[in-house]
């Protein structure tokens, strides 16, 4: 089930190092090929020089282990050949390993033997790796090899009592066995020669010469070839024999040079910096695209500056470009009250061009740096760190306070294998402007969250819980790598009942974005810290992310109760328009009522759904309408609380407002308050997940704030309202018993409820969807609120005797039959009850 063990163990050291460098205060200076010791030194590894390292200036290198003085000893027939931090030996020319390798490391190894066609021998010295070795040629006039055939006969001894011997000139030896001849001797090969460590052992008849190695000449005073010559070094870039192209820098070495890129300059595509074909090309500031057409001052200003910044680009000042680059960019997300008051729209496309357009432009000056790391941290708290590698292999780690990145060097890499950039920028403005991006969540995710819920999930509301951290590299081919990138951020704290989410920001066909998921992976989480690891490399940021879990049982209520409400809401409109005999002012605020909840549940069961999870021009403008609507319903409400105060308590004060106070105060009041809200915070109509209020930065009580004060409102007149109707029953029939008493003044209360919109106030009470008490109001809520339309219509149509009198009429109408026979046989019943109906007077 887990992952890995590696994995793990690499998110552990992830986690740990970032606090064990910072408690240890390690020097992020450090050179190449060398390891921390503390904040002020660094120890260069084996196989470099020096030891210890105490200055930025100073570097780590390489220990020529087989040049003079000579140090190491590869035994008999072999040479030693330097290498980055070490060395090794092979067989001399016109010799190989028994074994048929190519090299070997220990003198214990050396089995070199003579080859089938034997050259003249070199004696086994140290020798620089950087030379060639290639057969040596003899000047035709001088002394040839040595032929193993008798130079002459062997010498036989003047006393007749003597066996014969052999007297041999110097130089050659009598053959041991067979016919008594001389033959020479290889003082290369038998060691018995006194080359100089600087020359070549050159074998020839009777003798031996000392002949320099190529990239050395004669020391003065010392000719080339006899026994006792001692060559040194020829410096080829000082003579001008070398061959480097223009582009580079000649570097002498022991025996040989090398051709390095001019500061600023970095090699040709295919070529390294360091061989003798060495091609550079000088680093330059690229080009930026013109910013959005957004009409704003501060945009305007930074790109000016950063067309001003190439312009006067040297590589040779890269650092300081980059630190003013930096400070440029926080100069642009710092101004205030410009692209904060953007619209997400225009602040997502200006986040994308930034972080492409400053990324491309920080790999490419990162190039003209000298090799090893480079940090910044601006006034800001911006904070950039590099690394620059020439060579190298395995894996590449950069480290800093926001972020740390773990990723293999051929990633870094790419086609160019020989060099490599890793680069992090962290920006705490960039969290700022991005703080109200909205989360796409993969297939995968939505499906393993669906199953974890057991409900579908409508979207995800996210918090940025870190920085922006911008990682970049020299291989721009970074859409899909051959390895994964490990990150660990560090964050703030999230909060219970909320998941962390490794996100990367997303560029979309619009040039704007999105956070998204695909391609990384949450490895691990703890102390504030948080390990992820991704298939692809852009802007990555650690989310707290909010699910918003839909109930199909609660969703399914609410479609169904909209439903019957919007007929039964029609069927008030056309009532309250066509029954004349209830024409008052109370059937005028009864009928702009049911047409602004006719009009509001309308909109919110056809588009109140945001499946796109994109805030656009419809879902604000639905937003904008539900708002509109529901205030204006609830305005309605308030006026058919000042109705029934009239009506009840101040019976012979008037009849109630007039009809233009009606309006103005009923369609009136909700435009001024929706005007107002639109122009202080207009991003606020619409969300990722439905088109409503957005409930940050408190815009959510736009809305609750009228709803709450209209509740109070028609809650005291409620009370009042009942108040007044008990003792009215009371006065009107002393003798009505107790029970029937309380069952009118309770059917009249209910019904006044759902007249008033006091229901609307068990929303208030909806705090935290996981505790099971508040799923219960939720249902309550949903239940009543969505079946007003129909409570409207039971108690305002139904239960009123002009209208049931009124659709007698109709339906008599539309069947033949009479109606007056039928409603002088009612009347005399109906007189009875009429006093004991209060909602048959018209309450």
Known sequence: MGAPHHLLVLCTLLLLGAGAQKDKGCARWCPVNSICIDANSCRCNSGFTPENITSVLESCDDINECGPPLSISCGKYADCQNTHGGYYCMCSLGYELESGGRNFSHPQNNTCKATASMMPATLGSAVPTNIPRLPVTMDPDGPQ????????????????????????????????????QCTDVNECLSGQSLCHSST?????????????????????????????????????????????????????????????????????????????????????????????????????????????????????????????????????????????????????????WLLSNVEHTLRSLAQALPEGSFTYTSRAGTELSLVVKEEGSGNITLGQSYARVLLDWAVATGHNASYAV??????????????????????EKLLQLTEAHERPIRGARATLLSAINSVFVSNADTDKLASPVTFAFSHQPEEPGTELVCAFWKRDGSGGGHWATEGCRKRGSGQNSTTCQCDHLSSFAVLMAHYQVEDWKQSLITKVGLSVSLVCLLLCILTFLLVRPIQSSRTTVHLHLCICLFVGSAIFLAGVENKGGQVGLRCRLVAALLHYFFLAAFCWMSLEGVELYFLVVRVFQGQGLPKRWQYLLGYGVPLVIVGISAATNSEGYGHAAHCWLDPRRGFLWSFLGPLTFVILCNAVIFVVTVWKLTRKFSEINPDMKKLRKARVVTITAVAQLFVLGCTWGFGLFLFSPESWHNTVLAYVFTVLNCLQ????????????????????????????????EFASSTASSSQQTRALRPSESGM
Not at 153 to 166: L, R
Not at 247 to 266: D, E, H
């Open 789 to 820: 339309g129909t409570f409207l219509y039971v108690l305002h149509c139904l239960l009123n005797k002009k209208v049931r009198e009124e659709y007698r009429k109709w339906a008599y109408a539309l069947t033949g039959n009479k109606y007056s």
């Open 422 to 443: 890793v680069g992090v920028l962290s920006s705490q403005y960039m969290t700022e402007l991005l703080a109200n991006t909205s989360l796409v969540l993969e297939p």
């Open 145 to 180: 090899p040595a032929q193993d055939t008798t130079v002459c006969p062997c010498q036989s001894s003047v006393s007749k009592d003597e066996k014969p011997t052999c007297v041999c000139p110097p130089g050659f030896r009598c053959t041991p066995e067979g016919p008594k």
């Open 200 to 352: 070549h052992c050159i074998n020839n008849r009777g003798s031996y010469l000392c002949k320099c190695r190529r990239g050395w000449r004669p020391a003065p005073g010392s000719p080339d070839g006899p026994v006792n010559t001692v060559c040194e070094d020829v410096d080829e870039c000082a003579t001008g024999q070398h061959a480097c192209h223009n582009s580079t820098v000649c570097i002498n070495t022991q025996g040989s040079y090398k051709c390095r890129c001019l500061p600023g300059w970095k090699p040709l595509p295919g070529f390294r910096n360091g061989p003798k074909n060495t091609i550079c090309q000088e680093v330059i500031f690229p080009g930026w695209n013109p910013p959005p057409g957004i009409p704003i001052k501060s945009l305007l200003r930074f790109y000016d500056e950063v067309q001003g910044l190439s312009r006067d680009f040297k590589p040779q000042v890269a650092e300081q470009t980059i630190t003013k680059l930096v400070e440029a960019m926080d100069g642009l997300l710092a101004a205030p009250g410009e692209i904060q008051d953007l619209t997400p729209e225009d602040q997502y496309l200006v986040a994308t």
